[in-house]
Each structure stands twice: as C-alpha cells, then as structure tokens.
C-alpha cells in the first residue's frame, strides 16, 4: 500500500513536472519573440536632446542674448518640509496650532518647539486623531473623523522624521520598535521611547537622546547659514538682518506660493473659476473656505493673505497680463473691427473659463448674445444651497451687454462711457480702430483697462448682491462655520481627492534660489553632504542670458530685445495628451513608418518644460528662426556605472535655432542708454526734474535705414525713487510706442514745408507772427512760442526760427486730404517697417513682439480737419501723433530723398534679410534741398532753435536738426506754480549733405522747451566717444570735436 | 516515570542532550543523491544572489547584497548537521512540543513582529541580524505534529480527521493572518499528501480537495478575500491572455509581466550567468527570493530551467522514495512530509513566475535568499536524510506492510 500510494504522489510529480516544462516550452520558445521584445523594451529608453536657442547679434556679430549653461541651486520645498528639521518642526508645530507657523518663528524657537513635539505621547496622538476624545472611539462623523485621522498620521511622520530613529533608505526597524512599545506605553513621551528603543532602556538613555536632537537641530541651523553666505544671500546695507534670515524668508516665500497655487487650484476644481474673478472681501465672506483651510492647515489671516494674492495675481496677471493683450491683438488683426467688436471682447474678461481660447480660435460671441458670465454661470451648481430666483435674475444686469435694454436694438455705442469731444472714451476708441492693422495693441490698452475697471465694479457689486442673497436664504447646514456659503459636496470632495497631488505637484517643482554663476564651494556642500540639505539640489540649467558689454552694468536693449518664457501650467496641460503620446513613442522599440512620422512631429511640438520661448520684443517677434527643434537619443540596453554598455542611436539630431544679427550696434545703443539713464544738464531753464526722473527715447539711424540704436527709459534696470510717478513708472519700449497723447511738435513742421513747396507755396511768401487776440503773439488763435512774436517770416526764417504762426498760416491753407497726403508721403501713421516678414515667411504664423503704435493723423478715416486743428497740425499738434521711430524714419526721408522701410535686423543664420526697396520720395529735389539747408540753419544760425548746443561750434561738425515741443497738460511744481508738460523733440542728421547718421532724441512729460532740454541731451549723444568713432570709421569728419 | 530513551549499543539510558542527538550516523546509508542535489541547489542559490549583488553594484543599485545571504547560508547550515544528527524517537516525542513551539511564535508575530510592506510576519533576532519568520517554523511544526498523530492513524474514518485538520487549520489560520495566505495554503498540499500517505482513503481525500476548491471559488466569487488578495486572482484572471498582461504592465500585473518577460527572453539557451536583464535592469521584483525561478529561466533558457525543474522534482521524488523505503510509520511521514513541502513550494514557486497560479510570495526552497526558508528547509532535509538512514526497528504494523 505504501509502495502504491507514493507511487501515485510519483505520478503526479510527473505530471507536474511535464506541466511545467511544457509551460516553459510555451513561454520561451513558443512566445520567445513576444517576450524578447518586452525585455527589450525594458532596456530601451528615449530623451530629448534639447536645442539651442539661437542667439541675438548686434550688427558687429557681439552676443547680445545667448543661452548659457549653468549650475545653479534649486529648493525643492517639499523635500524641505519632509525632511528638514526646520521644515518637520515648523509643519509639526503647524498641526498642532490649528494655524501656520512660519519659518522664522520656528527658526527662533527650534529646540524648545522640537522638545515640546516629542514630549508628545501616543495618547495624545490618538486623542488627536479622535478629535479630542479618546474614549469616544471613533470620529464624530467622516469628515471630521477623516481629517482629524489625517491630522494624526501627519503629525506622526513628522514626529519619526524628527526622531531619526532609522537611517534614509533602511528598513524602519526602530521606528516599528518603537511603535510596537508604544501600544503598551502610551503615555510615554516619545522621546523617551527613542531613547528606549535606540538605547536599550538604559536609564541615562533619554538625555542622551535629547542632547543629539539638540546637536542635530543646531547642525541643520549651521549648515543653512552657511548655505546662505555660499549662495551670495546678500543682506542691504544698513539691514540688520543675515543672509540666513533672507535664505528663509525665501524658504517662506516658496511655501507660501505652493500653498496658495494649491489653494487657488483647490477652489477651482471644486467651483470651475479662478479665485481670483472675486472681489476679497467677496470671497472671505460670502463662500467658506474650512475646507481649504483645514486640508492647508490655514487661518482667517492666512486665507485673507490668500484672498488678496490671488486676487491680484489675477487681475495683473492673467487678466490683465495674457487675457486682454492676446484679445486687442485678436481685435487688431480683424478687419471687421469696431466699436462692437471691441465690445465683444471686452466681455470675454467676463465670460466662463475657457471663453478666452474659444474667441481667439472660432471668434468671440457678439456681445449681446452672451448668455453666461463667470461665476453667475454655476450659482444654481456650485454651493448646496440652490441659487434663488433673485439671485439667478441678477446675471442680467451684472455687465452693461447684459441688460436687455442695452441689448434691443444692440448698440455698441450706447455702452460706451459717455462724454464728447475729441478725449471721449468713444472718440479715442474710434480713432484707434481707424488705424485697423496699424493700430497697435498698446493704444487700446488704456482704453480697454478703464472699460473694465467701470465694469468691474458692476460685476462685483451685482455679484455680492446675488451671494449675500443666497447667504440669507441658506439654511444652517448651507453655510460654512464661518458663515459663509458651502461649495457642494461632489465638488469639495473632487477636489480634496486631489490635494494631496497637487501640494505634491507645486512642492516638487524647483525653485532657483542661487543668482548668477554658482562658485565652487556650495556646489561642494550640497553634492558632499546631500543628507544635510534635504531640498537643495544643485542643477544644470540652461538660462536665457543677456549678455551687458564689458565695462557696463546695464543690459543693452532690454526691452527691445525682449524676454522669454516656460511653458505655463496651463500650457502644458493643453499638450498634456501630445506629452503622453509622445512618451508612449519613445518607449517602443520597434515603430513603423506611420508612428516615427508622428515621432518627430511630436519631438517638434511637445514643449519641454524648460523649453523657452519668446514672449516680447526681439525675442518673441523672431520666435520662428530663433526656436529650434529638439532631437531624440534612444539607448538600447542598460549603462552600468563604468559607462560600459548601452547603445545609443540618434533618431534625430537637434536642430539649433538660428542666429540673428542685427543691425544694432551695441555701442552706440549703450552710448544712447547711458546719455538718456544720466542726461547732461543743459541750460538754466532745463527741467532738472525731468533730469532726476528721465522719460523718453532716442533713436539712431544709419543713413541706409538700419536701427543702429533704440534706447528708451525707464526700463526694468533703471533706478526709480520711491517719489517717482506717472511715466516714471512704466517701463517700455518707448522708440515704438506712445503710451500717451504723443504729438511731435515743432519737428513735424519740414514735412509741411517740403510738400507745400512742392504743391505751389512761394517761399517768399511773409507771414506776420505778431499780437494776436487771445494774447501773446502768433497768427489767429495760434500762439507762437516767442511771446514777443517774430515778426513777418519767410518760410526759410520760420524753419530756422520754428515759428508757429508762420506755419498755422500754411496748415490753414492745406486741406485734410493733403495732410494725409503728406503724412503718407513721409510715413506717419505707418509701421516703420521693424515688423517687416523675412522674405522667405509666408505670413501664415502669427509673429508677436515688437509692437509699436503707428500714431498718424487722428481724426479717422472719414474725418475732416477744421480750419484751427489744420493751423495746429500744421505745427504738429492736437492731431497729429508720433513715435521716435516713426520721426526717424521720416527724417531719414527727408535728408535722402527716399522713402524706405527701417530694418533690425540683418541676417538670420546664413540667410540675409535684405534692405527695403527704397522708394523716391514724390517730393522735388528742389523742395527737399531748401528746407535742409533751413534745417541746417536751425543749428548754425545764431537765431536756430538748436544753435545754443548743436552749432558746429559746439559739436565740432555741422548737423541739419529740428526742434520741437508741444505742450502736454498743466502741473503744479511744489511751489504752487503752474508748469506746462510737453513732449520734446530733436530729430536731424549729420553730415547734412551726405547722411550717415540719422538722430531723434525725445523728452517725454519735461518742463523745458526742446530749445533749453531736448538739444542738449542730442549734443550729449552725439559727443559720445562710441558715436565718434562711428562717425569716424565713416569717413565723417569729426576732427573738429578735438579740438574743442 | 518518564520514559527513557536507551542507547542501541549500551545499556545506559539516555538523559540530556544525549536523548536528543545522536552523532553516530550510520553515513554510508545517507541518501547521498539527495544530500548532493539538496547542497547542489543551496549553491545555485548563493552563486545566483553573488551574482545579483554583482550586477547590482555594477549598475549603481544597492538592492541585493551577497554578505547577508552568505551570513544567512552559515546561520542555517548547522541546522542541516542538526537535522542530521536528532535522534528519530527524541523528534517523534517531541514532534506536539515542536509544534507547539511554533505556535507559540506564531502567535507573538502580532505582538513582537515588523511590518515589512503592509504585513507582519517577521520577529527580529538580536545579535545575529536575522528576521525569524515563524511560519517557515510552523511548516516544520505541522508536518512533525502530522506525522505524530498519523502515526497511530490510518484516517479511515471521518472522526479521525478531526484532530489532524486541527493541527493544520490553527496554523493556517495564524499565517493568514498575517496577512500571508500564500503560505498558509502551501500547508494544504504538504497536509494532503501527509493524509493520502497515512493511508486516507482516497474518497475522502478527493472529498477534502473538491471541498476546498469550492470554498476557494466561493472566497474569490463573494469576495470573502482581503483587497489585494481578491485583487491579485482578478488581475490573474484577466492576465492570462498575454495581450491584456502586457497593457497592464504598469499596473496590476507589473510583477507577473516581469517574471514572464525574463522567463520568456531566455529562449532555448539562456543569457548566461549573471548575464539576464532581469539582472541588468533590477526590474524585477524579489528576484533573489520569490521570482528566482524567473532569473534562473532567463539566464539557463528552457534547457536550464528545464533541467532544474527535472532535478528539483527529482529531488522531491528521491524523498518520497526515501520515505517508501522507511518503515518506521513517523520517520516515513516526516520524509514524505519534506518531499511534499518541496514539491508544493517548487510547484507554486514556479507557478506563479509562469502565470499558471496567481501572484503570491513563496520562495524557492534552498535556492531563494531568506534565512527563515534556508534555515527550516535546512533542518528539514537534514532530518529527513537522517530519518530515512538511520531507519530504527519498530515493531509498528507498518514495518511489517508493503
């Protein structure tokens, strides 16, 4: 029987044993193939090969922009607070507190509030985690149970990370040991069951313990300043703080941005709007935020911290920073575009989330055929109270396009801010949609932000008139502990679901903490003692650098050239799908015709996360040549630590952006920056205040129409007092834009000249500049700016002597049309030609950057002039309107004969970008040669407007120059006298006879005449040592500048 | 009076440590095939873990060390020589202490155990660096207990069951527990086998087989199970088509999708030694212990792990032969109780790396690293080569059957 019944247990191992050998037979030689494959895709892996952005040349091949490989220190904040005893004691601290607790209070009170957390006992955790209650056994309810549960557990890891019972990456041996004596002795403080559990009970044991968490703590504070003073933290003189108080209030500062990012992403997961569309007090007040405030560990003062952060951020930043810029460029390029149409997309701001991208791809929604506005759009959805009637009735007049009495007939002009007059908001607002593609966004960005200031203030007060409704009709379980309204239930919960990823995903991004080039030693620091520095991580990046001149501080053309930008979060959602397919790709080994096509495809459109681009100026208007395209490696098989192993195969090289060179000369640009950043005094009536607090551009041209340079001030390098205001404030490119009424003045009055003398006027013809009714001196109602009145003026005299009357008489005698001819001829009210397309741009991509304002005649395209705007806009004033740029391109015009479009830049990687065609100007030689040598006279005439600084005798060459001014708007000095504004001008050339150097020097908002301000500041420039020598290296005689 | 144990040779009796061990082993009649595939298998295991350790370091990873296993290998082969030296009658009088002793250790897991990975199924040994998992223990306590009960019963009739499936349900009731319920049913084949051996009849052993099929169905179907474990029959399930194991390669079925790559990359001839990218890349998890079997595959091919499914249950048969040789009722079932141990542990081990059952933690006995299954497997096979050579007259029924 024995033998019997093993031999069955014989037989069933037999047929165990053929089971599994057949199986292996399956497996490895039947289906070897397949599972080759798989091994090998295991072994198989793909990267990007990042390109190298091209870089931006002045026109003497000098880097002016450049991607440069760095090392730099990066916080990775959550590894901070996990892992960091600051971190663990300031988070711990914070769960226990019910409120956060920063950084620098932690730091003043490390080793008691260290102490204070350990003496901590498992029964206090458990009376925690039970709300309280330790008897109760159970949570109160699931909400609140669950939190409190939550709570627990992380005050429990942040305890063990504190303990540092078990060294990083080994089994947790004493951290379960001393779990297991804690459920038999839970009232021990946890110290001393480390203590225990490391020391074997000995009685000394818990001293010691606490002596090493007193040495470990202070070891982590040592090594943070010394941190702080290797990364260059460096503390304002007079400050008496150290560089390891600033490194944490950067620490602060990046866990106050994680928190907030994940509480504005929080919100609006759970409601389906930003935060930020509230107002602050209707945010606080009418919705609760205990949730928020719970799952972050917040408090009241914390939240409205909050409140206001993102309430800001949105307005400047995605409102008013991408959501209207993208919409008036959308407006700009629509040929259709009116007053509704601006409409149109003024309401966008107001629409749901996703409207933005919606009007810029199918259009915007005409304005009274919108139907949903941000937040009203969910009332009804949003909160566990239902929206009332009155509440939901309220979406109809939140916005002026909302109120259907507005709406039928739809009239776009009755929603405009009313007034009249060439300054109404309508009349501004036409004048700019005149210009169609040549109106530049900025011109209507005034217009659009007081627009949505007005109706801002609408949509908030309709707003809080609708929730303070729901509050009142809300029963109790509606409405929060702090009184305010519920979200829902689905929508709180989807969103708590995620919180934990989201304060992963923002805590993990890093965050450069160290600026410029990295030294030696807290490289060494962070690499040799890792464990110390939990956070810190040095990094390769690869940064876009402008590159200053030796010799300078000050980063040449920085607005000009512009900035770049990482994809936003949102950006990188929207290629989220692209992101996974292309990752998918990578990872097989073995693709087909079809999916490496859509391989490379992806590789070219799937943006890395570093991957910049342009965003204004230089940078974002040649974004297509200057981009590249990023490669891809795979390896095959594993590289093991000698580098052995593994083969790499290129699939595709990267291709590297191209090149751009301008025509820029750096050092004429820095000489003009420095002249406009430290302008030279000038004469006893100068506006030394406008010196203290410059405003204004310079632009050089060559004689062959390239920019050589393009400074403009303030930019974000300059220095503002804490004083300055208006202007002073905004830092733009000023060569191009006219962020305000921008009118040449004096300096506009050669165009009229040469074209009425080519129409027929007698250059003998005498005009009296005398008393004139409303007082002072000039023709009619015009004053002339010698209040004492020139007398009867020819025309060469008028031009010399800028007289006003002289030329009101000859804009009296033009009609509109031939204004508009002659600001045709010369190019106002046209782009200057920066924003010409390389030849080989079909026009299909939208380029951005380098938008400019184009200025012109305003008074739209139908519009007539009457016969006191003619005699004004003779003299170049009320409605005519111009850039620096445009006023060079001009000048260079009238000194050559030929009108021409401007160029930047030069060549782009090996293909040229050649000139403008250059056209004559329909103007006589005989006409244009007589008013040079006027212009010639205005600087070697004694009785020039511009002798007192750009006669030969003063400059040491001769010039053909013209000044202008034109009064702005009164102010009254500290004194309480009135002072009149005004922009000033100088534009000219040099030599006269054969231009090689076209200049346009403009003051804005100065007190002074251009005669006692604007020449000076050109003088300044022109005597630069770097224009010297470029004049110089042209031939141009500049002997007689030495010997001054 | 106690009884006391007498020596063969001598007429004193044996008190003491020498009631227990016997040095004088008739060594000419030791299994020696068995003892040479037994050792030949403990060093495939040592020069495999080497040569993870190896690769491990030449790929920057610090997974798998050679030193702990080699101190594991010196800790557990005393206990082949102490196997090899028990006195038969000591072990068969003290096969319920033995028992009871590893109960008792069982029961202290919860209490004294760590929590490796979500279960609790080791007690820490100072001193000496080991993790004692006792349930390694209790395989040996259950097939000593069986084979003493099953000494005086044939289980013919149902009521003679009642104490033997005691015997293996408390056991597995612990290890389940822990959780760990692929070891608690590896004792269902060893308890099985040990039933069929001691003479059950077959109706009722067929009975017990159908009955426990039934109610592991039923378990799996009204989702009696722990999450995981219901979890990891559902991705078993849906993972027999190789189609869907592979597009659930990054979830569920990452550890079966792993084992049958490396399996099925070995072709006929393997990668070599050391040479697998199971190896290579460190992919594959437990792949010094519970997936060797897959390593083994790769590295020898189907030849290889062909040949190491023929010797290993070789191995089994040789001890199942042993046992048939053995008169002695005990000694037989102790020895048949090792050939079941290793045969359900090879059986299952192999089973799961080929996707034939679902996913669950069992070594390969004498080859995976783990000290608790080096050690017991150790003793075991060292006191089945000395049951089956020492062979002490009895005058049971047995030695007088067929």
């Not at chain 1, 870089?55 to 002016?64: I, K, P, Q, S, T």
Request: aromatic fraction near 8%.
């Amino acid at each position: 029987m024995i033998r019997s019944r093993v031999g069955a247990l014989l037989v069933m191992l037999a047929l165990l044993g053929a089971v599994l050998i057949a199986r292996l037979f399956q497996v490895q030689v039947h289906e070897h193939e397949v599972w080759s494959a798989e091994a090998a895709r295991l072994v198989h892996s793909g990267r990007e090969i990042h390109y190298r952005r091209g870089r931006v040349l002045d026109a003497r091949g000098r880097v002016l922009v450049q991607d440069e490989d760095r090392r730099a220190v990066v916080l990775i904040y959550r590894d901070f607070r996990r892992e960091h005893p600051l971190g663990q004691v300031a988070h711990a601290r914070s769960l226990l507190a019910g409120r956060p607790i920063d950084l620098a209070e932690t730091r003043a009170h490390l080793v008691p509030w260290a102490k204070e957390l350990l003496a901590l006992k498992p029964h206090d955790l458990r009376a925690l985690a039970l709300g309280g209650d330790e008897d109760a056994g159970h949570a109160a309810d699931d909400d609140v149970g669950n939190r409190n549960a939550r709570r627990a557990a992380d005050l429990a890891f942040y305890l063990r990370q504190l303990l540092a019972l078990d060294a990083p990456g080994q089994p947790p041996r004493r951290w379960n040991r001393l779990v297991a004596l804690a459920r038999e002795n839970g009232g021990i403080p946890f110290l001393e069951l480390a203590a225990r559990v490391r020391n074997d009970g000995r009685p000394s044991a818990t001293a010691e313990e606490e002596r090493r968490l007193e040495e470990r703590l202070t070891r982590s504070m040592d090594g943070l300043a010394t941190l702080a003073r290797w990364l260059d933290f460096e503390v304002p003189e007079g400050d008496l703080r150290e560089p390891i108080d600033l490194l944490i209030e950067e620490l602060e500062r990046a866990r106050r941005s994680v928190e907030d990012a994940t509480a504005a992403k929080l919100f609006a997961e759970a409601t389906g709007f930003a935060p930020g569309r509230l107002a602050e007090d209707t945010l606080l007040e009418c919705i609760d935020h205990t949730w928020i405030a719970e799952l972050l560990g917040w408090d009241a003062q914390r939240l409205a911290e909050w409140a206001h952060t993102v309430r800001t951020g949105w307005q400047s930043g995605w409102r008013d920073g991408v959501c209207v810029p993208r919409l008036l460029w959308d407006l700009v390029l629509d040929p259709k575009s009116d007053g509704g149409s601006f409409l149109d997309r003024m309401t966008v701001v107001f629409e749901p989330e996703g409207a933005l991208e919606r009007s810029l791809v199918d259009g915007p929604t005409p304005w009274y055929e919108v139907s949903e506005l941000a937040v009203f759009s969910g009332l009804d959805e949003m909160f566990e109270a239902r929206a009332s009637d009155e509440a939901l009735r309220l979406t109809g007049e939140a916005l002026p396009v909302t109120l259907e009495s507005l709406r039928k007939p739809p009239d776009a002009l009755r929603l405009l801010p009313p007034g009249s007059g060439a300054e109404s908001f309508r009349s501004r607002l036409e004048r700019s949609l005149e210009r169609r593609r040549q109106t530049a966004v900025e011109t209507l960005t005034g217009l659009s932000a007081e627009l949505i200031e007005a109706w801002d203030l609408r949509y908030q007060e309709v707003l809080r008139r609708a929730l303070d409704e729901m509050v009142r009709a809300a029963a109790p379980d509606e409405r929060g502990p702090s009184g305010g309204l519920l979200l829902a239930e689905e929508g709180r919960d989807r969103a708590a679901e995620r919180a934990e990823y989201f304060l992963k995903d923002y805590g993990q991004r890093a965050r450069p903490l160290s600026r410029g080039e990295l030294t030696y030693d807290p490289v060494y620091l962070l690499t040799r003692r890792e464990a110390d520095f939990p956070g810190f991580q040095v990094r390769d990046l690869r940064a876009r650098e402008a590159c200053a001149q030796p010799g300078d501080d000050a980063l040449p053309a920085h607005e000009l050239l512009g900035l770049v930008s990482a994809p936003s979060l949102e950006q990188r959602m929207r290629q989220r799908d692209d992101a996974a397919r292309l990752r998918d790709l990578e990872g097989r080994r073995d693709r087909d015709e079809e999916e490496e096509e859509e391989l490379r495809r992806l590789i070219g459109a799937v943006r890395l996360e570093d991957e910049v681009r342009g965003v204004s100026g230089i940078e974002a208007f040649f974004e297509p040549e200057l981009s590249g395209t990023n490669g891809f490696a795979e390896t095959r098989g594993l590289q093991d630590v000698f580098g052995a192993g593994g083969e790499e195969i290129a699939v595709r090289d990267p291709v590297d952006g191209e090149d751009v060179v301008l025509t820029l000369d750096v050092a004429l640009q820095t000489a003009a920056q420095r002249s406009l950043r430290e302008p030279a005094e000038g004469d006893e009536k100068s506006d030394e205040r406008w010196r203290a607090n410059p405003v204004g551009a310079i632009v050089l041209l060559s004689g062959d129409g390239d920019v050589l340079a393009a400074a403009s001030e303030p930019d974000d390098q300059s220095w503002i007092a804490p004083e300055a205001e208006g202007q002073r404030l905004l830092a733009l490119e000023r060569t191009l834009r006219k962020p305000t009424f921008q009118p040449p003045g004096s300096v506009f009055k050669p165009y009229v000249a040469a074209w009425a003398l080519d129409h027929g006027l007698d250059p003998e013809h005498v005009v009296v500049c005398g008393p004139i009714a409303r007082g002072g001196c000039g023709y009619k109602d015009l004053r002339c700016w010698n209040t004492a009145g020139h007398g009867p003026v020819r025309l060469e005299e008028a031009l010399e002597r800028s007289c006003n009357a002289y030329f009101a008489w000859l804009g009296e005698t033009l009609s509109t049309e031939d204004f508009r001819e002659l600001m045709q001829t010369f190019g106002f009210g046209q782009p200057t030609g920066l924003r010409r397309l390389p030849p080989w741009d079909d026009g299909l991509v939208r380029r951005g950057g380098l938008f400019e304002d184009v200025g012109g005649l305003a008074i739209g395209r139908e519009g007539e002039l009457s016969e006191t705007l003619r005699r004004m806009a003779g003299n170049g004033l009320a409605v005519v309107e111009a850039t620096p740029m445009q006023l060079a391109r001009a000048t260079l015009a009238l000194a050559t004969g030929e009108n021409r479009e401007l160029r930047i830049a030069q060549r782009i990687g090996e293909r040229e970008f050649p000139p403008s065609a250059r056209v004559p100007l329909a103007i006589s030689r005989k006409s244009l040669d007589f008013v040079r040598a006027a212009l010639r006279r205005v600087a070697s005439a004694p009785l020039g407007t511009a002798h007192a600084a750009l006669a030969p005798g003063e400059l040491g060459f001769e010039v053909a120059v013209k000044t202008g001014s034109a009064d702005l708007e009164n102010r009254t000095d500290d004194e309480g006298h009135s002072i009149v504004q005004k922009h000033a001008w100088v534009s000219g050339w040099l030599p006269p006879e054969h231009p090689q150097l076209v200049f346009v020097v403009f003051q804005h908002g100065t007190s002074a005449t251009s005669s006692h301000g604007a020449i000076y500041l050109a003088r300044q420039v022109l005597l630069q040592p770097e224009v010297l020598s470029w004049l110089a290296d042209r031939a141009v005689d500049v002997s007689g500048v030495a010997a001054r | 009076m106690k009884p006391q144990v007498w020596s063969i040779k001598g007429q004193r009796p044996l008190v003491g440590w020498r009631s227990a061990i016997s040095l004088r082993m008739p060594w000419w009649r030791i299994d020696w095939p068995l003892l040479v595939l037994g050792l030949g298998f403990f060093a495939l295991g040592l020069v495999l873990v080497d040569r993870m350790a190896d690769a491990d370091a030449l790929y920057g990873r610090d997974k798998i060390l050679a030193g702990p296993q080699f101190k594991k290998a010196v800790v557990a082969v005393p206990f082949l020589l102490l196997g090899l030296v028990l006195r038969p009658r000591w072990v068969r009088r003290n096969a319920y202490a033995f028992y009871g002793f590893a109960m008792v250790l069982l029961v202290l897991v919860p209490i004294l155990g760590m929590v490796r990975n979500g279960a609790r199924r080791w007690i820490e040994i100072p001193g000496i660096g080991l993790d004692l998992q006792p349930s390694e223990l209790a395989k040996i306590g259950v097939i000593l207990a069986l084979a003493r009960t099953l000494h005086r019963s044939r289980m013919e009739h149902l009521a003679d069951w009642r104490i033997p499936i005691a015997l293996v349900l408390l056991p597995m009731a612990l290890v389940a527990a822990q959780p760990d319920l692929g070891t608690a049913l590896t004792l269902v084949p060893v308890a099985l086998g040990l039933f069929w051996m001691a003479g059950a009849p077959t109706r009722l052993v067929a009975g017990v087989v159908l009955t426990g099929a039934l109610v592991g169905y039923s378990a799996w179907s009204m989702d009696w199970l722990h999450g995981y474990q219901a979890k990891r029959i559902d991705t078993w399930v849906r993972c027999l088509d190789n189609d869907a194991l592979i597009a659930n390669r990054k979830g569920a079925a990452f550890h079966p999708y792993m084992a049958r790559t490396f399996i099925g990359h070995g072709g006929w001839l393997g990668t070599g030694l050391g040479q697998g990218i199971a190896n290579q890349s460190g992919n594959l998890p437990e792949r010094n212990c519970d997936s060797i079997f897959a390593v083994i595959a790769e590295e020898g091919g189907f030849v290889g792990a062909s040949a190491l499914v023929f010797f290993y249950l070789a191995f089994a048969a040789l001890l199942l032969v042993a046992a048939a040789r053995t008169r002695e009722r005990f000694s037989r079932l102790v020895i048949a109780g090792t050939g079941l141990y290793f045969a359900a542990h090879f059986a299952i081990n192999t089973g799961v790396n080929l996707g034939l059952v679902p996913m669950t933690g069992l070594t390969l006995p004498l080859i995976s690293a783990g000290g608790s299954s080096l050690l017991a497997s150790m003793a075991l096979l060292g006191l089945a080569l000395s049951l089956s050579a020492r062979a002490e007259p009895t005058l049971d029924s047995d030695s007088f059957r067929e």
